[in-house]
């Protein structure tokens, strides 16, 4: 009877030890990254449009950037991890941007302005863009805290699908009083460009919440490089077609974005 009592003993302590040491490998292993991670974001923006070149393309005007436009982006994330610090990035967001171009009628000093033409025009523009980024992102380990930094880079394609204006016309035969119209839908075949290319850069950090649930915060940079924004000599604008056309040359559209989001 020692003897079996003896073993059972022994078999009890064999198998408690085992359980513990099965316990400490479970709890040292680390926590693996989600492969599919979706996400949620509000962004204010601050956009701007930047002639590519000092002049429109028919040497007329002299086209400059004329000021900067604040809006708001939002959007739904998808990340998939396929490795532990690299992701494919992409989602589908929604962006309202714009800016403000002034182009002025080149002349002598001296020389008088033709009739029938276009002195300057003044333009406030309103876009909205429906996007989807292509980024890579990559991810460093998460700190003690629990704080984890990441980048990422990537081409943003984008589809218009709003193209509003405030603008002011001053013209040889308008007199001494400026032609203007304000909010107005800018009308036109190809009038501003149906899709726009952006190079997109960002960083920012997550910090966990609670399960799956992270807070995330970045700031992006969008660089529009393809194709020309805009196309005034394309509009159908309001008033008399008398008063010529005018371009703008190469503008592009950027823009700076701050997120604020949830990844779940």
């Known amino acids: 009877m020692k003897k079996i009592l003896s073993f059972s003993l022994a078999l009890c302590c064999a ?3 085992l359980h513990a040491q099965d316990t400490y490998i479970s709890s040292t292993e680390p926590v ?3 492969k599919l991670r979706f996400g949620a974001y509000l962004a204010p923006t601050i956009s701007w449009m930047k002639p590519a070149n000092n002049k429109s393309n028919d040497g007329r005007f002299a086209v400059v ?10 959007g739904l994330m998808v990340d998939y991890w396929f490795a532990d610090n690299y992701a494919f990035a992409t989602g589908l967001q929604l962006n309202g941007c714009g ?14 302005i033709p009739t029938s033409t276009i002195a ?3 333009f406030n523009y309103k876009f909205q863009y429906l996007e989807l980024p292509l980024n890579l992102k990559m991810k460093t380990n998460p700190l003690a805290s629990g704080i984890g930094f990441f980048g990422q880079i990537g081409l943003t394609p984008g589809m218009n699908i ?7 016309v001053t013209a040889t035969d308008a007199g001494s009083t400026p032609i203007s119209e304000n909010n107005v839908k800018i009308a036109g075949t190809l009038s501003v460009a149906p899709l726009n290319i952006q190079l997109n850069i960002g960083a920012g950090a997550t910090y966990p919440l609670g399960g799956n649930l992270s807070a995330y915060v ?10 020309d924004a805009t196309n005034p000599a394309r509009y159908n604008f309001k008033y008399s077609p008398t008063l010529g056309s005018f371009s703008d040359g190469n503008v592009r559209l950027n823009n ?3 997120r604020l989001g949830l990844l779940f």
């Not at 900067?68 to 982006?73: E, H, L, N, R």
């Not at 970045?218 to 194709?227: D, E, I, R, S, T």
Request: glycine share 12%; no cysteine; charged share 15%.
């Open 15 to 17: 198998s408690a030890t």
């Open 32 to 34: 693996k990254q989600q």
């Open 65 to 74: 950037n004329n000021g900067s436009k604040v809006g708001f982006s939002w």
């Open 99 to 112: 800016g403000k171009v002034r182009a002025t009628l080149i002349t002598d000093p001296g020389t008088p």
């Open 120 to 122: 300057n025009a003044d």
């Open 162 to 168: 709003s193209k509003k204006a405030d603008y002011t």
């Open 218 to 227: 970045g700031v992006f940079f969008n660089n529009g490089f393809a194709p």
């Open 256 to 258: 700076v974005a701050f």
